[in-house]
């Protein structure tokens, strides 16, 4: 195991500096001088070239590049062109509004889905099945920003019930949970179908099993069957589709924050791609590819919690 996760932290390592390149060059040939930007419109050709030189922009790519990644590996995310702030600073402001929005949707998701899709799995073929099948092909076929304005149009404007937008609390207090109803809902409406459909499926494989039919034969209780045997034997692909869903999440979030006007990393990135605010887009999009690669780490690491008969070489 200790082999297993050296090799795919280095494995991570490496996926992250393929990453870097890739977002570096995408900006490096984007439209746009940023020295122009930094400088102002008014700015004269002498004010440009200095601003040019400070930035390092008047290097070849290649050097402008590992510029770049000597600093990503001091964890010096560079300085904001708008802000003038430090870019590291400002994400780990906005950072914790974005985790505690997909932790609500993904807390959601688990506690809605997965029962649904047990449920389906035991009621097959008949009304339940089906009206549960028919609710996860429209929450997985909705757009998420379109389902936030339908839910903020009825439960805020109409209703007046919760507030249309702001998550300035954590979820798991009574003020945080009004604020995260509705942009948890929206966000986790397709990942909630996702658990419903990939739940049903492992829990109708697991319960075709023969130990399933041996247990039957055995007396036991139907609810000892569901919960011992069963159930722990489906949760590899729901595991599975946690880790998925949650790096989904993080990216669904983008959307969601501005729908609902959430101050996070989404609502963050967006404006420094409409500013050209380049090494905030870099470091925005590191700092989310960092940690999908992580949580994909935890869930191999769990298959083996889960079942001892994983190992991993």
């Known amino acids: 195991m200790k082999k297993y996760i050296a090799k795919r932290i280095l494995l991570m390592f490496l996926l992250l500096l393929g990453m870097s390149f890739i977002v570096f060059a995408s900006l490096y040939i984007a439209p746009g001088d940023p020295a122009i930007m930094v400088a102002g419109m008014s700015a004269t050709e002498e004010d440009i070239a200095r601003v040019?030189?400070?930035?390092?922009?008047?290097?070849?790519?290649?050097?402008?590049?590992?510029?770049?990644?000597?600093?990503l590996l001091t964890?010096?995310?560079?300085?904001?062109?708008?802000t003038r702030q430090?870019?590291?600073?400002?994400?780990m402001v906005r950072l914790p509004n974005t985790l505690?929005?997909?932790?609500?949707?993904?807390?959601?998701?688990?506690v809605v889905g997965v029962p649904m899709g047990i449920i389906t799995a035991l009621?097959?073929?008949?009304?339940?099945?089906?009206?549960i099948?028919?609710?996860?092909l429209v929450g997985i076929s909705i757009p998420n920003f379109l389902l936030g304005v339908i839910l903020m149009y009825i439960f805020s404007v109409v209703l007046k019930w919760l507030p249309s937008g702001g998550?300035?609390?954590?979820?798991?207090?009574?003020?945080?949970?009004?604020?995260?109803?509705?942009?948890?809902?929206?966000?986790?409406?397709?990942?909630v179908a996702s658990f419903i459909r990939i739940g049903r499926s492992a829990m109708l494989d697991v319960l075709q099993s023969d130990y399933i039919r041996t247990a039957k034969s055995k007396g036991l209780k139907p609810k000892v069957i569901i919960v011992v045997h069963a159930l722990r034997n489906a949760l590899i692909p729901l595991v599975t589709q946690f880790g998925t869903?949650?790096?989904?999440?993080?990216?669904?979030?983008?959307?969601?924050?501005?729908?609902?006007?959430?101050?996070?990393?989404?609502?963050?990135?967006?404006?420094?791609?409409?500013?050209?605010?380049?090494?905030?887009?870099?470091?925005?999009?590191?700092?989310?590819?960092?940690?999908?690669?992580?949580?994909?780490?935890l869930v191999d690491i769990l298959y083996c919690v889960i079942d001892p008969r994983i190992k991993y070489e």
């Open 52 to 71: 040019r030189v400070s930035l390092d922009l008047d290097k070849p790519f290649l050097v402008q590049y590992l510029i770049y990644l000597r600093k």
């Open 75 to 82: 964890l010096n995310l560079g300085t904001s062109y708008t």
């Open 86 to 91: 430090p870019i590291l600073d400002e994400i």
């Open 100 to 110: 505690n929005l997909a932790c609500a949707s993904m807390i959601l998701s688990v």
């Open 123 to 131: 009621k097959k073929d008949t009304l339940t099945d089906n009206v």
């Open 133 to 136: 099948t028919t609710i996860s």
């Open 167 to 191: 998550m300035t609390h954590y979820f798991w207090t009574a003020t945080g949970i009004r604020q995260a109803i509705l942009p948890s809902i929206a966000l986790a409406s397709s990942t």
């Open 245 to 297: 869903s949650f790096g989904g999440l993080l990216g669904g979030a983008i959307i969601t924050e501005q729908v609902f006007v959430i101050n996070g990393i989404g609502t963050y990135l967006i404006s420094a791609i409409n500013n050209r605010n380049y090494p905030v887009v870099q470091s925005t999009v590191m700092v989310i590819a960092a940690m999908f690669i992580t949580i994909n780490l």
